[in-house]
């Protein structure tokens, strides 16, 4: 009689308890002081731990991570539009006493030119101004009294993106580095390159003409190539003529006489992509402007200058180097890595 008493206890005890798991329902059940503690153990860590990943993908480091990469991305970015829109060589050597072009380039038809476009040169050891062109004029009160009466920007080319100096009467001191700043409506950037002083041949008198040794042009861009004269010893005058010559062919790419370009035999690959610098002509400058590099430029070229009691010339080298790439790549290497960390974050 116990041992039936006993059973049937049991078997409402069981009953009543299925009754309370139908009308609560199963959270009310897994919440239940009556659930086995080990069950509810490790409900209540599965629930704590989907917590906590949903937090860390999307409120935590990982978020913080994914903001950190994207603005590393729109940076970059930001870095190679600026450099691809100055360009200036990395490093230029000039002769001690003699005039010398510190050359820089940017891409004007990108931003607008107007009275808000600046110009800067300045001197990265000491931070101090060389040069400076805003409102369309020469800014130059504060000017070093090292480089008064010695620098230059061709105001006529800045519109077309010359914005070359003209460094006179070059000093020992003039060596270092110098930055190359353009800021247009749109657009900023900037460019550094070495001055490399070399002494002037002291057995010798000055060469008529002076060439650097070799010019580094970015295919796709506008490139200077540098050609000095010794202007005060030869004089100007109509007669005094200036020609470019490519010396593989012997062909003359640009020639001046006569107070005006001569371009009737210009070969066809340089047609409207050369130019001088008409108003510097007189002030011993024949550098001449090619536009839109092409590979097939590449090679070396003459600069021969012609006045009436002088006559110099001086062989440069034009090396075309392939056009920086557009960083796209860095997306393509870091993007992946975004998808996998978003993939885990849904997946778990």
Known sequence: MNLRFLL?????????RAKRMDSAGEEASLNSPELPWNQLYLKRRTESRIQ??????FTGPAAAAVTGVLAILILAAGRVSGSEFVTVPSSVKCTEGQDCILSCTFN?????????????????ETGRIVHS??????????????YVNRTSLFDSELQR??????????????AGQYRCSVNARRLYGTGLTEVVVVPADPTTAPAHVTVPGS?????????????TFNYTAGGWDEKTGVTWRRLETGRII?????????????????????????????RGNASLLLRRVRE??????????????????????????????????VLGAVLPLLCVVAGLCVGL
């Open 133 to 146: 062109y805003y409102n369309n004029l020469g800014q130059l009160n504060n000017q070093p009294p090292h």
């Open 254 to 282: 640009h020639s001046y006489h006569d107070n005006m370009d001569q371009l009737a035999h210009q070969p066809p690959q340089y047609v409207n992509r050369t130019s001088l610098f008409d108003s510097e002509l007189q």
């Open 215 to 227: 010019v580094k042009c970015t295919e796709g861009q506008d490139c200077i190539l540098s050609c």
């Open 161 to 174: 993106g010359n914005a070359s100096l003209l460094l006179r009467r070059v000093r020992e001191e003039d």
């Open 52 to 57: 906590l990943r949903r937090r860390v993908c």
């Open 296 to 329: 097939e430029d590449a090679g070396e070229y003459e600069c021969s200058v012609s006045t009436p009691r002088l006559h110099g010339s001086g062989l440069t080298e034009v090396v075309v180097v392939p056009a920086q790439q557009h960083h796209w790549w």
């Open 108 to 124: 004007y038809t990108a931003g607008d030119w107007d009275e808000r476009t600046g110009v800067t040169w300045r001197r990265l």
């Open 8 to 16: 049937f206890v049991g078997t409402e005890m069981q009953t009543e």
